[in-house]
């Protein structure tokens, strides 16, 4: 895991992931193994520990870069949808919450909707930003996979979404539920196009985001050790009064039990989707 | 499950109207007398209670064990009632029914959640939480109806899909979003009606219809009100005000345009009169079916598609 970076990739993967930015002094422990990890190394090497391999947060931006052909994409704006539609308060107002989520992140809410290539192919990314109120799913997101959606079709691009999302924003009540057939409805016309729909899922991808559209693309890839599930892990405990595997749940419990078609790290990430979108778009090559 | 709290007083008087008429012969004048005026009494507090009713009370009154449940509508408005099994990969789910049936002349496609009505048939149904084999089943069923071009009816009555270690490792999550897919692809009409609890996931799976009604005092959410305490509030002890903030009755999500239409409870509740909640229902239901009858398949997809592709925007 530590020397997959070799030096002719290193200053470019540096300059795309902003490794140059961060501070010297500054480290974090691995979540995993508890290993001591410096920030600029960790940043280096794409937030995946250098002793354990284990994936840490990765911030949408970054990820863009990474996947994006020279780290090249542009933004899609997504329109925007009416604001607090339940007047929703709980301790808090739901509309304070988003401010401040706005404040803390600089985005609209928590998905993004990129343009750009990879692989030379046109390709549109919908990601989501965890940061935003857990990833949670309410119309603004919802509107953000209809938008992908409908601008891949315009421009016969394929379609990746990047779900990082503790499921449905419960804020909009029964709104965000219908996210769910909404989303559904956007990745069907992809498919009816004739578009590849690939879902690249992140940790973690639970409850109505994992139940829609995450769990219908023509292939599903996983970053290793990510949480995917419908219910999450405690409910479960408390329904069966059990404690369950540390392995449940996990991207590599999916592909064991057929939910997903590989668990691929990081750094590899790049080339799979592009030999992906490679065969699925570039269908007749005379051999040279 | 103990009396609902608001409904005492109503079931005090109720109580002493059954003293009063096992007591003595209604003949009695006085006691005559006294039977009506408690009787009208009572149906007046019922009028006062149920027209108001808040939203935690709803709550109460959609999961009550004596509303009637999947099983009862099947008895009481279809006919030839043929049950369908199996997702044909694993198993049959008894939370999640369903099969072949006549409704008031035509062929349909029935489906729902059973919650079982005492221990043993409880348990039976898993208290009417699906396993991805119920949605699988569900799926199956619906692309038979667009074979044969049968409509669909769908019964919504679950606190959510279930939350085990089998279900994960089936795909839950797979199970219901292609459970939504196959509702949104179905050739034929699709209407659902939430009977009692609509509950998340679980619900949406078989719900995503052409038309869908609520009973009147039937909730329907994105998470339950506990759960949903438990989470903003960090006490389930809240769950009355989230209740109320979640807007999960059938009027609030009439209002929010979520839903097609209320369908009206007895009164005092569909508990307080099965058979004229079913009357009522599959009355409703075939007002539904004749509004899209004939149709024309692509037609009717498509604008399924835009009628979800629009929640949210205004
Ligand atoms: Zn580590």
Known sequence: MSNWLSDFIRPKIRSIVGAKDVPDNLWEKCPSCEAMLYAKDLAENLHVCHQCGHHLKFSVHDRLNLLFDDGAWANVPVPTVPFDPLKFKDKKKYADRIKESQAKTNEKDAIIVAEGKINGLATIIAAFNFDFMGGSMGTAVGEGIVRAAEIAIQKRASLIVIPSSGGARMQEGLLSLMQMPRTTVAVRMVKDAGLPYIVLLTNPTTGGVSASFAMLGDIHIAEPGAMIGFAGKRVIEETIREKLPDDFQTAEYLKEHGMVDMVVARKDLKETLGRILDLLMRRNIKAA | ?314
Not at chain 2, 44 to 68: F, G, N, W
Not at chain 2, 274 to 297: F, R
């Open chain 2, 1 to 314: 499950m103990p009396a609902m709290e608001f409904e005492k007083p109503i079931l005090e008087l109720e109580g002493k109207i059954t003293e009063l008429r096992n007591m003595t012969s209604t003949r009695d004048f006085n006691i005559a007398e006294e039977l009506a005026r408690l009787e009208s009494k009572s149906s007046k507090l019922l009028v006062s209670i149920y027209s108001k009713l808040s939203p935690a009370q709803k709550v109460q009154v959609a999961r009550h064990p004596e509303r009637p449940h999947f099983t009862d509508y099947v008895r009481g408005m279809l006919t030839d009632f043929t049950p369908l099994a199996g997702d044909r990969l694993f198993a049959d789910d008894d939370a999640l029914l369903g099969g072949l049936a006549r409704f008031r002349g035509r062929s349909v496609v029935i489906m729902g959640h059973e919650k079982g009505n005492d221990t043993e048939t409880r348990i039976k149904h898993n208290f009417g939480m699906a396993r991805p084999e119920g949605y699988r089943k569900a799926q199956r069923l619906m692309e038979m109806a667009s074979q044969f071009q049968i409509p669909v009816i769908s019964l919504v009555d679950t606190a959510g899909a279930y939350p085990g270690v089998d279900a994960e490792a089936r795909g839950q999550s797979e199970a219901i979003a292609q459970s939504i897919d196959s509702c949104l692809r179905l050739r034929t009409p699709m209407i659902s009606v939430i009977i009692g609890e609509g509950g998340s996931g679980g619900a949406i799976a078989i719900a995503t219809a052409d038309r869908v009604y609520m009973l009147e005092h039937a909730i329907y959410s994105v998470i339950s009100p506990e759960g949903c305490a438990s989470i903003l509030w960090r006490s389930a002890q809240h769950a009355d005000e989230a209740a109320v903030a979640l807007k999960l009755t059938a009027q609030d999500l009439l209002n929010l345009k979520l839903i097609d239409g209320i369908i009206e409870e007895p009164l005092g509740g569909a508990h307080r009169g099965k058979d004229m909640t079913i009357e009522m229902v599959a009355n409703q239901i075939e007002k539904g079916l004749h509004d899209l009858t004939p149709w024309d398949s692509d037609r009717l997809i498509k604008k399924r598609q835009q009628k979800y592709l629009a929640m949210g925007r205004t």
